[in-house]
């Protein structure tokens, strides 16, 4: 292979908007490469979408290839500088704002859908109001919606529409490591999955991994000795009722995303990736995401939602996440995380565990005959009844509860003995890469972006920083 001007190693929103920019910033005969260790998007399939199970693909469909997480996601772009990232430690909130209204255009430009939810100020502030007299913070943030269907489509048109560029290269279901270096980043070595392997050299290289590639990125920056500063540990449940009982938040706002302090330890407990009419999911991160606690992978809990409506549920699921930023000497964050997910795997027997919300109250273990006695039906039909409290810790289950009955004043009927509690849901966020405010690490020529850096937590930001990075090149190509 020829040198390129840049390789991007991941194929998630970050990696893709750095390659669309790159392409719009510099012209079409570009050289840019981009890694992934799962596959292109016409080849994923999530058989778990039929066969109703898990089948354990290696590596997950859902998690790795061309769109990241994002191709089977929910598919929502957060609108506020607010959600989704810290994209605002770096850059001014009115820069992020424009790059989130641009990358937004881009979205729109490859068949996003034109409805954004949240923009009906006056009902949006007697929700934010009903939740400031219970102690509930309504974090404000317009949501474009598009749909585990649409999300999919549009980041295909992106792949299509790359596939035309003369210098643009795929390598799919390749694993990039290490970085090369002669004094600066100058390239990747390239082993392709039952290939040999091979180096590839360029100009710039951008990392840029989803939450699956954390681990890798972590063991980069320690091998290249890039300083990082541990991130917050969010570790929860999925919960699913009824559409009714969130209808009067969903309606207005599609995601309603509340955060309440905890009373007993004063833990923030957010709400995060919410579905009305959605479906509970399970998804694996594998053996490669961790070099140090296990080579087994985990089964971990996550949801979506199709825009069609005939494709809707009766039910809506989110995710109740309690946010812990460890201090030193403690720097292990993922595996922490990985450990409380693999507990549950324990009980399992590798799958997902689900709860009743009244069972967990009076401490017994929801078995086949009481989840049968529920009136939320639920959708992840091969969660495995059982006991939430052999899982989480007692700081993490607390704060839950709490959270739940605090949440039920806005949302009568979600603190009821059949809201179901689907275990374990862990969001791994990297260690955070040091940065400047092009995303540029202090080695010359390498890059840092998306979820897998520990920057973002979604979608648009991640798209945002993949512009920014682009945009940085460009000019320091037109320079040299």
């Excluded at 790159?22 to 596959?39: I, N, R, S, W």
């Excluded at 502030?125 to 404000?140: Q, T």
């Excluded at 917050?232 to 009722?241: K, L, S, T």
């Excluded at 490669?288 to 005939?310: E, M, P, T």
Aim: net charge neutral; hydrophobic share 40%.
């Amino acid at each position: 292979m020829n040198r390129q001007n840049v390789i991007v190693i991941g194929a998630g929103p970050a990696g893709i908007f750095t390659a669309l920019e790159l392409y719009h910033q510099c012209g079409d005969d570009f050289a840019v490469t981009v890694v992934d260790e799962g596959p292109a998007i016409d080849r994923r399939h999530c058989p778990a979408r039929q066969k109703g199970r898990c089948v354990r693909c290696k590596p997950c469909n859902i998690m790795s290839g061309w769109a990241g997480a994002g191709a089977f996601s929910d598919g929502k772009l957060s609108l506020s500088e607010e959600v989704g990232g810290n994209v605002t430690d770096y850059l001014s909130v009115e820069k992020t704002r424009a790059l989130i209204r641009y990358a937004d255009s881009v979205y729109l430009q490859y068949g996003a859908p034109e409805t954004v939810f949240g923009l009906n100020d006056r009902k949006v502030d007697e929700i934010a109001y009903e939740c400031s007299r219970h102690n509930i913070h309504l974090v404000p943030c317009p949501v474009r919606h598009m749909g585990t269907e649409y999300s999919y489509e549009v980041l295909k048109n992106m792949y299509d529409a790359l596939q035309k560029k003369p210098g643009f290269t795929f390598l799919e279901r390749t694993h990039a490591d290490p970085i090369i270096q002669h004094g600066k980043a100058v390239g990747a070595r390239m082993t392709p999955h039952g290939g040999e392997a091979f180096e590839v050299f360029a100009d710039y290289v951008v990392a840029a991994p989803g939450r699956g590639g954390a681990a890798w990125l972590s063991k980069i920056a320690k091998a290249n000795n890039l300083r990082v500063t541990n991130n917050e540990v969010d570790i929860g449940v999925r919960v699913e009722v009824p559409n009714a009982v969130m209808d009067e938040l969903t309606n207005h706002l599609y995601e309603a995303k509340m955060v309440y302090y905890s009373d007993t330890f004063e833990n923030k407990v957010r709400t995060f990736c919410m579905n009305p009419g959605g479906i509970v999911s399970e998804e694996h991160y594998d053996a490669g995401f961790s070099d140090s606690f296990s080579k087994k992978s985990i089964a971990v809990v996550n949801g979506h939602s199709y825009a069609d409506q005939g494709s809707h549920t009766k039910n809506t699921n989110f995710a109740l996440l309690v946010s812990t930023k460890f201090t030193e000497p403690f720097n292990q964050p993922i595996e922490y995380g990985r450990y409380i997910a693999q507990l549950g795997n324990m009980l399992t027997g590798g799958g997902i565990v689900v709860q009743r919300l009244g069972d967990l109250l009076m401490g017994r273990r929801t078995d086949k005959t009481r989840l049968a006695k529920s009136t939320t039906v639920p959708t992840l039909k091969n969660a495995v009844p059982g006991d939430l409290s052999f899982v989480l810790p007692h700081r993490h289950l607390t704060s839950i509860i709490e959270a739940l009955r605090a949440f039920d004043k806005v949302a009568p009927g979600l603190y009821s003995k059949n809201t179901l509690l689907y275990g374990v849901e862990v969001k791994f966020y990297s260690s955070k890469i040091d940065v400047d405010e092009a995303f540029r690490t202090a080695i010359d020529g390498l890059y840092a972006i998306g979820d897998g850096a520990g920057i973002t937590r979604g979608l648009m930001q991640a798209s945002v920083t993949g512009v920014v990075v682009a945009r940085d090149i460009a000019g320091r190509a037109e320079k040299a």
